[in-house]
């Protein structure tokens, strides 16, 4: 599976990486979950959503079965199997509220027992192995498993009604240079390398590494912010069927689509609901919660469009100076809090033009973190790609049904982002912490 890993790498390294980042998403975890009272945790809050104790239990039986029972050869820990009830295929969002589930407190102490575990197992197995064991990328896996769902939770937290139970400082203030940052950034054409065939915790759909031809092109220098989006609104653009698609155009009309979700206005003024708390539409900040037919829409108006996958990957990890593709926008060491704005730190995209030291080689910024941001792709298979470890991780999901979103977001944890990460969604979803930013091929289109 992984062929960057050098023989003798220092096994102890590894394995403290390991516990680390197991460790970081279970603090995560227990963050989202421990915040609000049991009936908070085994509520739907939204037929979108699965309730908070689902993701909870989830988390730990996932766990079990790639670590415990796959990786280490144990049995089942309950004598009754429960794998039904937190197979996400089988049971959809909307139905698992009627399941039999773990209550909260047996959730726990299922998630507890399972990582006692799994500690051990860290301890005594070998992580150069072939296939789940290299790289020890079964234990990466599940980490990256976790903080995704720890994610999902913090959408959940956010489509939840009552008081804020979460906080966090917000971002550093916007750097000096950001109000005078050119609008646009010019990459030149040719090939580089997408993808990814070294990278030791990359899941299948990042795979494998593969030449792109793409023509020269300008991207945003900064994702597209609220006060941009204003002016769209301000403007009519939702009353205008000139800038949408036909299915975005229809979606619009019947959903009655006239703003990003959790805005207001009120009183000549627009507001957003964020985490429990009502304030202002901040216009400094990133656009959130909008849909891939609302950021289509905005970029037709503007007289632009959506980067293709391509594209925004080129701009986030090549560098004209070397011809290489870096693991991240500002080169291949993992991201630290200079660098970009993830894992929950903040609970807010920082304004835009921030993380100067994250930039890419010709500048653009804010392309790790942040907000998720939409492609004009679908998400399809690269070329070679092989299904690996099961194929319901993507191959089911490729197709037309689902646009690329590149990036990551401040709900991201930096184990599951990086510049070759994948994400993927409906264009109708907006409960996502989704943004974009707008593209022009070099002669204008």
């Known amino acids: 599976m992984n062929d960057s890993t050098a023989p003798g790498q220092d096994e102890d390294a590894l394995r403290a990486r390991i516990a680390a980042a197991l460790t970081t998403a279970r603090a995560r975890t227990r963050t989202l979950t421990e915040c609000v009272d049991d ?65 909260p407190g047996e959730a726990r102490g299922y998630n507890h027992e399972v990582r006692g575990r799994v500690m051990d197992l860290i301890e005594k197995t070998p992580l150069h192995g072939s296939g789940l064991l290299d790289a020890g990328f079964a234990f990466g896996m599940v980490a990256q498993h976790e903080q995704q769902h720890d994610e999902t939770m913090l959408i959940t937290h956010q489509l939840r009604t ?76 939702y009353d ?23 805005w207001s206005r009120e009183g000549g003024q627009w507001l957003r609901r964020h985490f429990g708390v009502t304030e202002p539409v901040p216009a400094a900040e990133p656009v959130l919660h909008v849909s891939w037919y609302e950021a289509d829409a905005y970029a037709r108006w503007a007289g632009r469009r959506l980067p293709t996958e391509a594209e925004w990957e080129k701009a986030a990890r090549h560098d004209p100076a070397t011809g290489r593709s870096r693991r991240y926008p ?22 835009a033009g921030s993380y100067p030291a994250g930039a890419s080689p010709l500048g653009v910024r804010q392309l790790i973190g942040d907000v998720w941001e939409w ?15 099961y194929p319901e991780y993507s191959e089911v999901f490729y197709g037309g049904d689902y646009k690329v979103l590149r ?4 709900a991201v944890d930096q184990v599951a982002c990086r510049g070759t990460f994948r994400n993927w969604d409906h264009p109708v979803r907006r409960q996502i912490f989704s943004g974009f930013r707008t593209a022009r091929s070099q002669d204008g289109r």
């Open 39 to 103: 009936p908070d945790l085994t509520a739907q809050h939204s037929p979108l959503m699965s309730p908070l104790v689902w993701d909870l239990a989830h988390i730990g039986n996932q766990e079990e079965l790639w670590l415990l029972r796959t990786v280490g050869g144990h049995e089942p820990i309950f004598p009754s199997e429960i794998n039904s009830l937190y197979d996400a295929f089988e049971h959809p969002r909307a139905e698992r509220p009627r399941l039999p589930l773990l209550p």
């Open 162 to 237: 009552g008081p804020a139970v979460l906080t966090a400082p917000s971002p550093p203030a916007a750097p000096a240079d950001a109000a005078t940052l050119p609008r646009e950034v010019l990459v030149p054409g040719g090939p580089f390398t997408m993808g990814t065939s070294t990278e030791p915790w990359a899941l299948d759909n990042e795979r494998p590494a593969h030449s792109v031809q793409v023509d020269a092109f300008h991207i945003d220098t900064t994702p597209v912010t609220n006060g941009a989006y204003l002016e769209f609104i301000a403007d009519g653009g």
């Open 240 to 262: 205008d069927p000139r800038w949408w698609t036909g299915p975005g155009w229809e979606h619009r009309q019947r959903t009655g689509l006239f703003a990003p979700l959790y």
């Open 330 to 351: 500002w080169g291949d060491e993992d991201p630290g809090p200079e660098h970009a704005n993830l894992g929950q730190r903040h609970l807010r995209p920082a304004p």
């Open 375 to 389: 492609t004009g792709s679908d998400f399809l298979a690269y070329p070679g790609f092989a299904a690996w470890p």
């Open 407 to 410: 990036g990551g977001a401040f």
